[in-house]
């Protein structure tokens, strides 16, 4: 199933590492929430995400609801608990609504439960078989920062919608797409010294590579800093930027997450489109908040990243940020938080040659992050 093989604008082989694996691609994100009927309902009409699948109640689950959304190859499962001892409540209690599974596409689950945990993994669960009238799905799971896991999931013997226990979720409200592919890449906030551990972590039980590096001195403004290290999977499909706080005046965006988040966790999921200008439009008319950045931004933008195909007006308008590398440019823009703690957000980027994150930007970001973090008073 070539569900989420096509991202050539992600790929690149990265020859430091080994693809012991291998990860054929991101195959769900599962987040924790409060409320997944409303936390399903914000992600189609703000983000335009589909309804795909379902399992609760009417479905024979009898402790927990999953709503899965879907647009281009992304799939997000929204989950809540029904019952008071279950154990997803500690995990809201902990750390609000958030990122708890990053699945990863495999051929062989068991042998990515094998090859990680050899390497030093800890398990979340060994490999088990699901079945549906729609075939089996194998299925194992290793331990990762925080209370964050991998669900390594093999489904070359499954048909169904989603996964066995889902029931295609038909709903008659179906707000259109906003454009969003796959996903680009997954950001961690670690603690202090942490960062390193979990590169080594990537490298060596992941088989992951280093790729970039930012410290200090790239990520600072007057404030506040942080380091961070991109750990890539062998074809480029994968990308796991991992940032910790550094030493500034003032608090780091890292650590108000750490602390609204009691820990690290995934800090933000980059959502791929083909075209920003239209998918930014679309998402700011449906209430969705960006950061800002101030107009001067523009001034002399194309001085700094060349001739870009893009007019100037619409992405001032609209905020858009633009960075350039040996390879090409590339536009993104960042959502505020998506709920009340100031935690999770949702990077929006397109791509045109750039395989890079954005370090051009990294200051009138941050500078925009800070100026938030001072209406909230965590600065
Ligand atoms: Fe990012």
Redesign the pocket.
């Known amino acids: 199933m070539a569900i989420q093989s096509e991202t050539p604008e992600l790929e690149k082989v990265v020859p430091e590492a080994q693809d012991f694996l291998p990860l054929l691609g991101t195959d769900h994100v599962e987040l924790y929430v409060g409320n997944a009927k409303q936390a399903a309902h914000f992600y189609k009409s703000a983000f335009g995400f589909q309804s795909m699948a379902y399992a609760g109640l009417e479905t024979g689950v009898k402790d927990r609801t999953s709503y899965v959304v879907e647009q281009g190859k992304m799939r997000l499962v929204l989950t809540t608990p029904l019952t008071k001892d279950h154990e997803i409540n500690e995990h809201l209690r902990l750390h609000g609504d958030g990122v708890k599974v990053i699945a990863l596409w495999v051929d062989d689950a068991r042998k990515a439960f094998a090859e990680t945990t050899k390497r030093g993994a800890v398990p979340y669960f060994e490999p088990r078989v699901e079945k549906d009238a729609d075939g089996e799905v194998v299925k194992s799971g290793i331990k990762l920062y925080g209370d964050t896991v991998h669900i390594f999931v093999e489904r070359k013997n499954y048909h169904g919608t989603f996964l066995p226990g889902y029931k295609p979720w038909k709903s008659a409200y179906n707000p259109p797409t906003a454009g969003l592919k796959y996903v680009d890449?997954m950001?961690a906030n670690v603690g202090w010294n942490e960062m390193n551990p979990w590169v080594k972590f990537y490298e060596d039980v992941m088989g992951f590579a280093n790729v970039l590096g930012f410290d200090d001195k790239d990520i600072s403004t007057e404030y506040s800093a942080l380091m961070s290290k991109v750990m890539s999977n062998g074809n480029g499909r994968i990308k796991f930027?991992i940032n910790e706080p550094a030493e500034g005046k003032k608090k780091s965006q890292v650590e108000e997450y750490l602390d609204f988040y009691n820990g690290p966790g995934v800090q933000?999921i980059?959502m791929a489109t083909d075209d920003i200008v239209k998918t930014v439009r679309e998402l700011m008319s449906r209430g969705v908040e960006f950061l800002k950045v101030p107009s001067s931004y523009y001034d002399n933008l194309l001085d700094r990243v060349g001739k870009i195909d893009e007019d100037l007006g619409p992405l001032s308008e609209l905020g858009i940020l633009v960075d350039r590398d040996d390879e090409g440019y590339l536009l993104q823009l960042f959502t505020k938080p998506l709920q009340d703690r100031p935690t999770l957000f949702i990077?929006i980027i397109q791509r045109k040659g750039a395989k890079s994150?954005g370090k051009g930007n990294f200051k009138a970001l941050f500078e925009a992050i800070e100026r938030e973090q001072e209406l909230r008073g965590t600065l």
């Open positions: 890449h950001v930027p933000h980059a990077e994150f």
